[in-house]
């Protein structure tokens, strides 16, 4: 065959200058005529197939490249020759090279097609790299789905933001479950929170420093999460001016309600601590007294033994005897508000009614003697605490009630029971001699006496208070002040299993709510 019966005329090989820029490709360029048969290749594809171009004009495509990526029904020529229209494809030969290929269909003046131009070029290394970037971001997205926290990246130009899943997930929402905007972000931030948080974001973007900011936010049930977000400013040009912020949410939830409680523990042993030693000093104190008047009377009562004074021997005697009473009475007390710190079986629940019964009967002589009516409301509820300590709360406050009488021509005490918002409210109420205001909340203090010359430890309320503090309840007194009367008032915590717990009777007056505490 001859030369010129291949040319199709107008092909553009023909122009030198075209040829160049045709040869100075990377890709093959073969043109071929409707057979298949190559009439020019260009310097690539020449040596490509190895022969020169004056060698391939004439010879059969697919025979030279026998082994060629595409079958010859395949190729995009043979298909852009029997269409009219270009083909491109994407193959892969078994050696592992990719290839792209296209043909496309070449007309005669008349518009009848007469062969076509096939442009390949192998694409291997293209291919490598967008496998490596798709594995990356298989990588990113896997890291991302494992991770535990919450991925954002955003934008301040636009004010759009990637969140990824976990980051909705974390809150208990579904993934994509609001609109990929800042303001998702700032609608579902504690309103607390929000304005401070917004300042510092905007502020960081502004510095270009990388943060940590701690907030909360609203999650799918409405509840708020404590949230930690990291990030870093970015910048996306090369005049470094537009900026993306970047980072990460976790929820610390669980670590900040540790740390709350580690610090009301620490708090708690604080209090205990000063206690401890508020205790050990007014103990000491207390202690001394009797010891001190002990050791002077025994100095006096050899004196008088000396002098053979049988009265005043008598006298001695009588003082050191009451001191050591005096000083019995204190340990025993110690030791039982040691004692009281320590909460015993507080799930049986037990009848108010009965205790109080209980203590009055065990008051029963100094009642007696001084002729107080006492009366006990029938309707004392049922409560989750300890006996042995309840009894001892009534004991002391029905004693002290005795004792602080006064000179009551009709001295009565009331134990009774009224309704609070924060739950029922145990009473015992005297007629006696009452309390200065300025003394309600001291009296609560250990060792603390208003009148010393009385008998007494100053310990009895600091053992009431104890005990009731121990229940998880508050202890108080209410005087309009001396001569008026004293009620003590207390309420104990709420019961360990809530609905049957403690039956209260008929509701009494609703009293307010109880003030601070002793
Ligand atoms: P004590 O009775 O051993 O002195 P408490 O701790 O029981 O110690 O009481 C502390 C102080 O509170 C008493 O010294 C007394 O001044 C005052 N007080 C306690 N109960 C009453 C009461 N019902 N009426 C008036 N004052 C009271």
């Known amino acids: 065959m001859k ?28 043109h071929l005529d409707s057979g298949m048969r190559i009439l020019w290749a260009n310097t690539a594809a020449c040596a490509s197939a190895g022969m020169a171009r004056e060698d391939l004009r004439g010879q059969r495509c697919h025979e030279i490249w026998a082994g060629s990526p595409l079958p010859c029904g395949d190729c995009p020529v043979v298909r852009a020759i029997r269409t009219g229209q270009p083909h491109d494809v994407e193959k892969t030969t078994p050696d592992g090279r990719a290839w792209y290929i296209r043909g496309y269909p070449l007309r005669d003046d008349a518009g009848r097609i007469r062969g076509g131009v096939e442009i390949t070029l192998e694409i291997t290394q293209r291919r490598q790299a967008e496998l490596a970037v798709r594995e990356k971001e298989e990588r990113l997205r896997l890291a991302l789905e494992a991770a535990n926290e919450g991925l954002w990246d955003f934008d301040p130009q636009t004010r759009e933001v990637f969140y990824s899943p976990r980051w909705f997930t974390m809150l208990g929402y579904e993934p994509d479950a609001f609109p990929q905007v800042y303001e998702t972000w700032l609608e579902l931030l504690h309103p607390e929170d929000r304005a401070v948080a917004e300042e510092r974001v905007w502020e960081h973007i502004q510095r270009r420093e990388s943060f940590n900011l701690v907030f909360r936010m609203r999650a799918a049930g409405g509840d708020y999460r404590w949230i930690l977000a990291k990030g870093d400013v970015m910048s996306c040009n090369a005049g470094g001016d537009t900026r993306r912020l970047v980072g990460t949410h976790v929820d610390i939830t669980d670590l900040k309600r540790a740390q709350e ?42 004196n008088d033994l000396d002098a053979g004074d049988p009265t005043r021997r008598r006298e001695d005697m009588r003082i050191i005897h009451e001191a050591t009473e005096r000083m019995k009475r204190l340990l025993d007390e110690v030791i039982e508000l040691s004692r009281a710190g320590r909460v015993i079986d507080p799930r049986a629940g037990i009848s108010l009614r009965e205790v109080a019964t209980e203590a009055v009967a065990q008051v029963a002589g100094p009642l007696r003697a001084r002729g107080v009516a006492v009366s006990i409301a029938p309707d004392l509820p049922i409560a989750y605490c300890d006996r042995v300590r309840l009894l001892e709360v009534f004991q002391n406050l029905v004693e002290n009630a005795v004792k602080y009488m006064g000179d009551q021509a009709d001295p009565r005490i009331e134990i009774g029971i009224r309704e609070s918002a924060g739950g029922p409210v145990i009473t015992v109420r005297d007629n006696g001699i009452g309390i200065e205001p300025r003394y309600q909340l001291k009296i609560f203090d250990l060792f603390d006496q208003l009148d010393p010359t009385q008998e007494g430890t100053g310990l009895g309320l600091a053992l009431v208070k104890r005990i009731v503090t121990v229940h998880g309840g508050r202890v108080w007194v209410e005087s309009e002040g001396p001569g008026r009367g004293a009620t003590f008032c207390f309420t104990l915590g709420a019961p360990p299993e809530a609905p049957d717990a403690p039956g209260g009777g008929e509701p009494g007056d609703t009293g307010p709510d109880p003030p601070a505490s002793a």
């Open 3 to 30: 030369a010129d019966d291949m040319h199709v005329s107008g092909a553009p090989h023909e122009a030198p200058a075209t040829e160049a820029v045709l040869d100075s490709l990377l890709e093959h360029v073969l």
């Open 261 to 302: 409680e580690r610090q009301a523990l620490v708090h708690e042993l604080e209090e205990k601590n000063a206690e401890l030693e508020r205790f050990l000093y007014a103990a000491s104190h207390d202690l001394k007294t009797p010891l001190v008047t002990i050791e002077g009377f025994l100095g006096l009562l050899e």
